[in-house]
């Protein structure tokens, strides 16, 4: 649990020290990949709080949700079609619904 502050804390001051530009081409995929990122995070946490967090589950889902979600960003660039909302749907929704799960296990405990 220490080792995961202590990262957390290292990237968050790596990246407020680091003028680190994205160019406006790639956003898509940032955001994109962020949004599975924070999705499958909120779901290890839920599934912690309820014992049932399984390591490789947790990492095939952060890995195929990620390039699922970056697969369909690309498609859509190249096809002109923004299918990178479908990802953005799809993960804020899992993400709110995961919060809400954490929350009401915080309460009800």
Known sequence: MILAIFGLL????????LPIGIPSGLSI????????????I?????????????????LSGFITNTLLGLF????????????YYSAVFVFGTRLFQNFSKIRRYIINR
């Not at 995929?29 to 499958?40: K, M, N, Q, R």
């Open 72 to 83: 369909l960003a690309f498609v859509g660039n190249r096809l002109g079609i923004p299918l």
């Open 42 to 58: 909120f779901g290890g946490v839920r599934s912690t709080l309820e014992n049932t967090f399984d390591n490789m589950l947790f």
């Open 29 to 40: 995929y940032l955001s994109v990949g962020i949004l599975s990122a924070l999705d499958s």
């Open 10 to 17: 290292l990237g968050l001051a790596i990246g407020f020290l």
